[in-house]
């Protein structure tokens, strides 16, 4: 790969952001296994797994977008508005669940599209639409549902996906597989994701280098919303129940994931199984406090703490090497904040 | 008049909803009711001319509601124990200022990105207050509601300072040095750093206001009430960087003006009362937020598309 | 290459964890442990609910832990049922936001030999082993409606304030208001109103309610922080004696406008009774002295309840005002 020599090679894998959060994601396994007498058994390990699946699908379809130097905050709005126009299609059309689950992920395709259009089509910052759509489809949810309405009652054989195990793995698990190989695949090996990295490392420069990047761009905000509707699916299948305000707060929990997982909020550096560690750090985070007995809000902070860290963490090396660059002779390079930092090669 | 195509765009938007309510819900225009909108909104314009400040900066602070909260319940507290009600404005600024200070170290000193920082202490101050209040309200002296003016008073009281501030952050920053490097370190931090501007002590001064002003609304919320509830702030964050945005303010730096942050809350504050007044149903009411954000948004895109054009 | 060997490194970690099998000691060798599930965390509501089971665990020696979502989240408290049966305590006793979907998670707690059993609001009937019910939500929203009705003379406009549009007790109840207005044909439901559980929107939104309903007599609000918040809006429009305040909360938050004459009732029934009573039928599940079939529970210092079916009946809703409230702190 390089010619640096072995020893310099294995400390930079030593220090890469994945290896960091490895070694979080042990620690925290280990401590809570210690601690709390029953959590390192099989249930609670899938149970692990049930839980993360919808909010771990979010940030899996969240890291090409933020890739591209983007970010949508409408994800889990779009979620609550799938799942309620799910039940809807299920309870009032009388489609069956399979229709109904089909004609979701539509919407949902839809409601990425709106993302997309304004964002490529008028140029529009992603943060602002976002912010605009997770008010608007929440608000369709509640307003088609008057607030109150909710679909309960689906068949065992559609609840059996949320709640149930398949050949041994928690039913969602599998598809929770599938879509992240295929973003993995996106966006590592396939020469039309690949290009997602560049993109947010200058859209220009990708646009001069041929890289049609509207098209792109506006390829990963339909992708979440698909995803979102997908989502939406397997939590009501898992709760049984779909309500106006499924999904709320689910957008924070998959931007910190993808965050956690290195990938830079400025777009152009980051990974999808970094994204995959930092799920299962907040997962295990979440289900081991049970386990250790404390409260939810314990919760909260440590995450809370835990994505300033890792953020600072990701920043110090940098910062330092500049720092040791600084001869007394010449000027110091320049350090702009606002264009984002150097970024470590793809791989 | 072009300068400020956007600020008057949104008042006639204003404009036209007020014509509607005089046509279809007269009883709108009542004194106290509006007397008491008015002083309810006031904290929510001091943080919006704040965020207004760190969103032409270029960055953006999604905690201020948690903010809020902790400096209102520190405040409240502090009142309770009998501290002086100046003390405990004090401490509520302070306390505002440090918790901005704290975003403004990560984000300028470290050069982190603002909305995963702010994200983090967003969560980190709500569930650490969660933890320690779990949700009992505060309850205040009698001495404290309104400062202990008579009420129409205090709530003209609280207006005014409102708007007194921001009258003076609006002229500060079109007349103070600092002002001018808020709209530059927004439009190219590089460019001012080549002039001579430190972007990194802007952009710190930006969130310590913030936080500050933060400090401000807290405790004028506070003297409302007699008593604290530790949700007072949630979804202040979305509230004002809605206002904020619908008025004007570039999220991408350097553009905007205050008058477009107070005519982008005034236009969202009415949205509800005129919902009632219009017999509309409640569950209309994110949807309509949602779309006049969106509207605004695509008004800008539109503008910009056509004088590249 | 050395991401697929880090990565091997962390499967064979988690292989190793996953490999404890489940501990299977008698759960009489230990303290008992009672997980109390609130519907939201940051409620008073449940607060004082707390504050009664804690009372009940520190007198009977039991562990008690109380944890919960901290805004009413269906999923969220799935979560907690689920992480609580690998956690493997004694008990359960939840207060259910979403019946169906919580009541999966609780049949698995059963099915691992845990107890469980619900209050406040109540789960599918064979997820649980009783339901210690406070008042039936026709209970509560006949009380609201008659008390209403009684502030008005029988006649008159009125509006409700809710917590939010998707909270399912409130919805129930509202349910039962409405069919109770009917035995009251001239009072008149103007609006329906959600405060998103926030003192200071409640009072924003029953501002806007008295200047659009000139001819309103009585605001009634069903979440509890919305009680002092349109108070309050009654106060500061000068109001109050002509619009009546009224609703389900918590003395303390109420007690001076029930002193000032603005609020004029407050619904609620004891909650930390409520705590005290589940934490103690809890126990005695496990313990065995309580059990299906039994018609009457003792409950130490509390007194004896009456068991209809499934249900501990704490009583009926308890109505608080100027001349009983300052008799409780909570």
Request: aromatic share 8%; glycine share 10%.
């Amino acid at each position: 790969m390089s010619s640096a020599p072995a020893s310099h090679r294995w400390r930079a894998a030593l220090f890469r952001h994945e290896t960091l959060l490895l070694a979080l994601l042990a620690t925290e396994w280990c401590y809570f296994n210690a601690v709390g007498a029953h959590f390192g058994t099989l249930d609670n390990t899938y149970d692990i797994v049930r839980h993360s699946v919808e909010f771990g699908l979010l940030a899996l379809v969240m890291t090409p977008v933020i890739l591209t130097g983007g970010i949508d905050l409408s994800v889990g709005s779009l979620l609550g508005l799938s799942a309620i126009l799910f039940g809807k299609l299920w309870r009032d059309a009388g489609l069956s669940p399979a229709a109904a689950a089909a004609c979701t992920l539509g919407i949902g395709a839809l409601g990425g599209g709106l993302n997309a259009t304004l964002i490529t089509e008028l140029r529009l910052p992603p943060l602002i639409v976002t912010l605009g759509t997770y008010s608007l489809f929440r608000g369709l949810a509640e307003a088609i549902t008057h607030g109150s309405d909710t679909f309960t009652n689906f068949p065992p054989s559609f609840l059996f996906l949320g709640q149930e195990r398949w050949l041994g793995l928690p039913a969602q698990a599998p598809i929770f597989i599938v879509v992240a190989l295929g973003v993995w695949l996106l966006v590592h090996r396939m020469t039309f994701g690949r290009c997602f990295r560049t993109i947010g490392f200058s859209p220009e420069g990708a646009r001069y280098a041929g890289i049609p990047v509207k098209r792109r761009v506006g390829l990963v905000y339909v992708l979440a919303g698909t995803v979102s509707a997908l989502a939406a699916i397997i939590y009501t299948a898992r709760l049984g129940q779909a309500r106006a305000d499924a999904g709320t707060g689910y957008e924070l929990y998959a931007i910190t994931a993808v965050v956690l997982g290195g990938t830079s909020i400025f777009g152009g550096v980051g990974s999808v199984h970094g994204t995959l560690l930092g799920i299962a750090a907040i997962a295990v985070l979440d289900n081991g406090l049970v386990h250790a007995r404390q409260p939810r809000e314990a919760a909260g902070v440590l995450t809370g703490v835990l994505l300033l860290i890792a953020l600072t963490g990701s920043v110090a090396p940098k910062l330092w090497a500049a720092r040791r660059r600084r001869p007394a002779a010449s000027p110091p390079p320049p350090a702009s904040a606002v264009s984002p930092p150097l970024a470590t090669p793809p791989t | 008049m072009s300068r400020y195509f956007r600020e008057w765009s949104v008042a006639a938007a204003l404009g036209a909803l007020l014509l509607v309510l005089a046509v279809f819900a007269p009883a709108f225009f009542q004194a106290q009711p509006l007397l008491s909108l008015a002083a309810g909104e006031a904290p929510t314009l001091v943080v919006a001319c704040g965020m207004a400040l760190v969103i032409i900066c270029r960055e953006i602070d999604i905690s201020v509601g948690s903010q809020f909260s902790v400096c209102g319940v520190c405040a409240g507290l502090l009142a309770a124990h009998h501290a002086p009600t100046a003390v405990a404005l004090l401490v509520a600024i302070l306390a505002g200022a440090a918790l901005g200070a704290i975003n403004g170290a990560l984000v300028a000193g470290l050069r982190l990105p603002s909305i995963v920082v702010t994200l983090a202490t967003m969560i980190t101050w709500r569930e650490g207050l969660n933890w320690w209040r779990q949700g009992e309200f505060v309850y205040l002296p009698d001495r404290l509601q309104w400062f202990g003016l008579a009420q129409a008073t205090g709530q003209w009281t609280l207006i005014a300072a409102a708007l007194a501030l921001m009258v003076a952050l609006a002229v500060g920053l079109r007349r103070l040095a600092l002002g001018r490097f808020f709209y530059a370190v927004g439009t190219d931090a590089e460019a001012a750093r080549l002039a001579g501007i430190r972007p990194q002590l802007v952009k710190f001064s930006a969130f310590v206001l913030m936080g500050a002003l933060t400090g401000v609304a807290a405790m004028m919320n506070v003297v409302q009430s007699p008593q604290v509830d530790p949700k007072s702030g949630t979804g202040l964050e979305l509230k004002t960087i809605a206002a904020v945005v619908v008025g004007g303010v570039a999220i991408s730096g350097g553009r905007g003006s205050l008058w477009g942050a107070f005519a982008g809350l005034l236009l969202l504050a009415c949205i509800s009362p005129a919902l009632i007044h219009l017999h509309i149903e409640a569950y209309w009411e994110k949807a309509i937020q949602g779309a006049i954000i969106l509207l605004a948004v695509v008004a800008d895109g539109v503008r910009t598309r056509r004088a590249k054009s | 290459m050395k991401k697929i060997a880090l990565l091997l490194l962390f499967a064979g970690l988690a292989l190793a964890g996953c490999s404890k099998s489940p501990d299977t000691s008698a759960p009489g060798a230990k303290k008992l442990t009672v997980a109390l599930l609130p519907k939201s965390k940051g409620n008073a509501y449940f607060i004082s609910c707390r504050i009664g089971a804690e009372k009940a665990a520190a007198d009977l020696g039991v562990d008690l832990i109380f944890d919960g979502p901290t805004d009413t989240d269906p999923a969220k408290q799935n979560e907690i049922v689920d992480n609580w049966t690998n956690l493997g305590v004694d008990v359960i006793a939840a207060a259910c936001e979403n019946k169906e979907g919580i009541s999966t998670a609780l049949r698995k707690a059963q099915a691992k030999g845990i107890k469980v059993i619900t209050y406040d609001a109540d789960a599918q009937a064979d997820a649980r082993s009783f339901f210690v019910n406070q008042a039936t939500p026709d209970g509560i929203g006949n009380a609201l409606m008659d008390e209403a009705a009684r502030l008005c003379d029988k006649s008159g406009e009125y509006a409700i304030i809710t917590a939010t549009l998707t909270a399912a007790n409130q919805n129930e109840w509202k349910k039962y208001i409405d069919e109770r207005n009917a035995s009251f044909p001239d009072m008149k439901l103007v609006a329906f109103r959600p405060c998103d559980d926030d003192k200071d929107k409640a009072q924003a939104e029953a501002t806007a309610l008295l200047s659009t309903y000139p001819n309103l007599k009585l605001i009634m609000s069903i979440c509890s922080p919305g009680v002092p918040g349109a108070a309050e809006a009654v106060k500061q429009a000068g109001k109050a004696g002509k619009v009546k305040v009224m609703g389900l909360g918590l003395p303390n938050e109420n007690k001076r406008y029930v002193h000032e004459g603005v609020t004029d009732s407050v619904i609620l029934w004891n909650t930390q009774d409520l705590g005290n009573l589940t934490v103690q039928a809890a126990v005695a599940l496990v313990k065995g002295t309580l059990k299906p079939g039994d018609t009457s529970f003792t409950a130490g210092k509390l007194g004896t309840f009456a068991i209809k079916g499934d249900n501990i009946l704490l009583g009926k809703p308890f109505i608080f005002n100027k001349g009983n409230i300052d008799q409780f702190d909570f």
